[in-house]
């Protein structure tokens, strides 16, 4: 199993650029999570879909939307990309349906420069 | 007043040395996560409770409801154990703490 994966590793952008992070899990999990780390203001939660066919917001959506494709993948997209949004980004994923009602899985990150 | 508080930010110990690292919090909740940040940056969660005490291998978690305090344990320190501990809360949202760096000396 590859647990949580994300495309890409890194990327960097221009300001008003659009790009979409891809996340899949193969572990059958419902829940699935995206959130932005940082430096010196921890990991903050964007977007989440607690189930299939549901997403929510988080602490901090603004400027970003997100898909749930299927049960496997959650993407989140930048439509106009800002310097604001540099910063390392993960996906995640649990068993349980819910926020924060299970352990979490979480992919390798992705480090998004704006320049 | 950020809704979760972790003490120490920065923590430096002896191999073998029992280590604390805690973590406060201002929101009603109903569960807390515990997590694991490598130095190469990937996350790994350790535990979620929301009542009581957990225990695998070295690392030992407790909450208490009433005071919003948790606290991360960990047993005969290893210099594998560097990494940053990170708590989150699950209230309305789920919170996280901006973590608390520990070093563990040979």
């Known amino acids: 199993n590859a647990g949580v994966t994300q495309t890409p590793k890194f990327q960097v952008l221009k300001t008003g650029q659009s790009m979409t992070l891809q996340c899949a899990q193969d572990?059958?999990?419902?829940?699935m999570y995206w959130y932005r780390q940082d430096p010196g203001m921890g990991l903050r939660l964007i977007y989440y879909?607690?189930?299939?066919?549901?997403?929510d917001k988080g602490e901090v959506p603004n400027g970003y939307n997100v898909s749930r494709l299927n049960k496997r993948e959650f993407s989140l997209r930048l439509e106009s990309a800002a310097p604001s949004q540099t910063s390392v980004y993960f996906c995640?994923?649990?068993?349980?349906?819910?926020?924060?009602?299970?352990?979490?899985?979480f992919g390798p990150g992705t480090r998004l420069t704006v320049l | 007043k950020n809704e979760v508080e972790q003490s120490p930010q920065n923590l430096t110990a002896q191999e073998g040395e029992f280590i604390t690292i805690n973590c406060s919090y201002s929101?009603?909740?109903?569960?807390l996560h515990w997590l694991q940040q490598h130095p190469g940056g990937g996350i790994v969660s350790l535990f979620m409770?929301?009542?009581g005490k957990k225990k695998h291998g070295r690392l030992i978690a407790t909450i208490n409801i009433q005071e919003k305090h948790s606290s991360l344990h960990i047993t005969a320190s290893h210099p594998r154990d560097s990494a940053v501990y990170i708590c989150?809360?699950?209230?309305?949202?789920?919170?996280f703490g901006k973590g608390t760096k520990l070093s563990v000396k040979p």
């Open positions: 929101v009603g909740i109903s569960a």
């Open positions: 879909s607690a189930s299939e066919g549901t997403t």
């Open positions: 989150a809360v699950r209230g309305g949202n789920l919170i």
């Open positions: 572990m059958n999990h419902n829940s």
């Open positions: 995640a994923s649990s068993r349980v349906r819910g926020l924060g009602t299970d352990t979490q899985y």
């Open positions: 409770l929301s009542s």
